[in-house]
């Protein structure tokens, strides 16, 4: 048996000003801050052995590959969709200062059980959707490293 070596690497500080529950909005991407952070992997996996790169449709999260993916011109990004953000029903929905929105009556039905979690997709759900996307993954880096 061949142990893969997969790193899964959350993209970037957001540019998010109006404190957006952004979820799988499109739209947005890196805050400077974020940028910068997307150089830094660049960086760091600049001399990794790694043959298979994989990211998230979400612009955010392309852009943080891109510097990593620059480093290694030789491979294409694949964009999968199970690398993606859990389902929300706050998503696109400012939560203000004090998370009013956590406070109107009409969002508690959508709080009523934090183990499913009620208000999206399962724990589970994600598990599984982001375990397969590994064990691919890792498929194709038999001879070197993997990059979610």
């Known amino acids: ?66 510097p990593i993916a620059a480093a290694h011109p030789h491979l294409i990004v694949t964009i999968d969709e199970r690398v993606i953000e859990a389902a929300n029903v706050f998503e696109g929905k400012s939560f203000g200062m004090n998370n009013e929105i956590l406070l109107k009556p009409s969002s508690w039905w959508a709080l009523r059980n934090p183990l499913r979690p009620s208000w999206g997709e399962a724990y589970t759900s994600i598990a599984v959707r982001m375990q397969a996307a590994i064990t691919d993954a890792a498929s194709h880096a038999t001879e070197g490293e993997a990059l979610i």
């Open 1 to 66: 048996m061949v142990n893969s070596v997969v790193h899964v690497v959350r993209h970037g500080q957001v540019h998010n000003p109006e404190g957006v529950l952004y979820g799988r909005q499109p739209g947005y991407g890196l805050s400077e801050l974020g940028r910068r952070m997307a150089e830094r992997l660049g960086e760091y996996f600049a001399e990794a052995n790694l043959v298979h790169l994989v990211s998230s449709p979400l612009q955010r999260a392309q852009e943080t590959m891109a």
